[in-house]
RNA sequence: GGGGGGAUUCCGGAGCGGUCAAACGGGGCAGACUGUAAAUCUGUUGGCAUAGCCUUCGGAGGUUCGAAUCCUCCUCCCCCCA
């Protein structure tokens, strides 16, 4: 199956300029996918991204990513209301070391692979670039009339159409300037006839075509992925902490491992399309299988399986499986207690962690002290308070449900940690010492 | 430069001298139902204390027994005219 078709039939497919299936037909062309360096970690937003370069990868083609270390120092305005803070060069240079070795996860640098993919860095091109320079030989080709015909720039200029626009600066303006200009090098340096990227991206892709064509009467192509949706409305890959991050210092395995899981049914077959490269069959068998036994959730933990070994292996994924069934599972009090200290452990790694000095249990403390004074467990006791009228706390699997209970040593599973659960699936632990 | 409107609790948005911790909707949280899904229903959603108290309605002052509500000044936003 070549490319396109690939990311056809997988809902990657949102716009592609005429000629791009053509010109895929030759052997090992080259593609690349832009990436923010703007934390040192990608997210779960990137993935669309880079599956679109695994997959191109897979063609047979070969697949660049391009951190944005100079782009990322001006922002793009695409989808945002407002100017972007700006990154010092250390900083992307740091992001850009991290955000390699996750894309290594993805993608093969190998350097025997003909088709090895690469990375790039378009700080190493652009800062030697002058001003004066870039404004004589690249901006003469393009007119500002071309440039605020884009939709990114529109939005922001008319900002009476939206009150929450800012305008923007002449900065940001010049990002589809100096993006088409990455492109255009890639051109020439790696013979890089294809950038993809998410559809918001589709202004910027074309100026950097354009820029091809006027500078170089060359032919570039352009291929855009819609942006990913969840069927409820709200934003793909946030939760109430944030972003879902590949890096395991941000997102624990197991949240990594839980997020996928919670993925509704509605979406989880077009996850499973985008983020996985199980093919058509077998995700057509897959659907089936849930359809006749939906409460199973075969898809939710294909998807959290393949994702979870993917981004963190196999030893993190068995964990993340055994922790949650344990914590969502029929767990009881005695589970708890016949968990071995290491087993606890790595259950537990993924869940907020709170200390506490020993002595304070031997009184017998209050559940209000405990839990929003001695530990951060809770902003108030309010919330304590509410929480156990509604039946929504648990110490160590059992419902607390009589607020002037005192916690004493006798809770401590062995002897050292307590389990605080709120609602179903916020799990927090006491440790003491 | 002239004229007008506005800033309210997470968001939107009522309130226009006491009965306002502040309607209503959204969101959040919890419960029920389930499949750690969706939908639905219920409760809850400033803080502290078990009917009370304390701090909130852009900022600073003032009037009043009493203000989110009235007055003055300030800051910021929007609209119309030049």
């Known amino acids: 199956m070549n490319f ?109 692979k003909e088709n090895k993919a690469l990375m790039v860095n378009n700080y190493d091109w652009m800062s030697k670039f002058s001003f004066l320079d870039f404004i004589r030989d690249v901006g003469k080709h393009i007119s500002v009339n071309y440039m605020i015909a884009k939709d990114s720039v529109k939005k922001r200029m008319n900002s009476s159409d939206d009150k929450d626009a800012e305008g923007l600066s002449f900065t940001e303006f010049s990002y589809q300037l100096v993006q088409g200009y990455d492109f255009l090098h890639l051109y020439k340096e790696h013979n890089c006839k294809l950038q993809m990227g998410g559809s918001d991206q589709w202004g910027n892709i074309t100026t950097g075509t354009e820029l091809i064509r006027r500078m170089l009467q060359g032919k570039a192509y352009a291929l855009t992925s819609p942006l990913i949706t969840k069927a409820d409305g709200g934003k793909f890959g946030k939760t109430e902490k944030g972003n879902i991050w590949l890096d395991p210092e941000k997102t624990s395995p197991y949240e990594f491992y839980q997020f996928w899981i919670n993925t509704s049914d509605a979406d989880a077959e077009k996850y499973l399309k985008i983020f996985t490269v199980l093919n058509k069959e077998e995700i057509e068998n897959l659907v089936n299988e849930h359809n006749e036994a939906p409460h199973t959730r075969i898809l939710q933990k294909t998807l959290a399986e393949k994702l979870t070994t993917m981004v963190h292996g196999k030893d993190a994924y068995d964990t993340s499986v055994s922790a949650s069934q344990i914590l969502f599972g029929k767990g009881t009090k005695e589970n708890l207690q016949s968990l071995d200290e290491k087993t606890f452990n790595d259950i537990f790694s993924g869940v907020p962690h709170f200390n506490i000095n020993k002595n304070s249990l031997e009184e017998g403390i209050n559940i ?66």
Not at 31 to 51: C, E, N, Q, R, W
């Open 4 to 112: 396109i078709e690939e990311v056809k039939w997988r809902g990657m497919l949102h716009n592609i300029m005429p000629g791009t299936e053509e010109i895929l037909k030759e052997k090992n062309v080259a593609a690349y996918v832009g990436i923010d360096p703007t934390a040192d970690s990608l997210h779960i937003g990137h993935l669309v991204g880079v599956m679109l370069l695994k997959h191109f990868q897979i063609a047979g083609h070969q697949p660049i990513a391009l951190v944005g270390g100079a782009t990322g120092m001006i922002g793009d305005p695409s989808g945002k209301s407002a100017e972007r803070n700006l990154l010092t060069i250390e900083t992307i240079r740091h992001n850009q070391e991290k955000i390699k070795t996750q894309l290594a996860k993805f993608l093969d640098f190998s350097e025997d």
């Open 368 to 433: 209000f002290d405990l839990l929003a004074e001695q530990t951060q467990v809770f902003k108030s006791k309010g919330e304590i308070r509410r929480l156990i009228k509604d039946k929504g706390l648990s110490l160590n699997m059992e419902k607390f449900t009589n607020p002037d209970e005192p916690v004493k040593s006798e809770h401590l599973i062995n002897d050292k940690y307590l389990v605080i659960r709120q609602g179903k699936k916020k799990y927090s632990i006491i440790i003491t010492e």
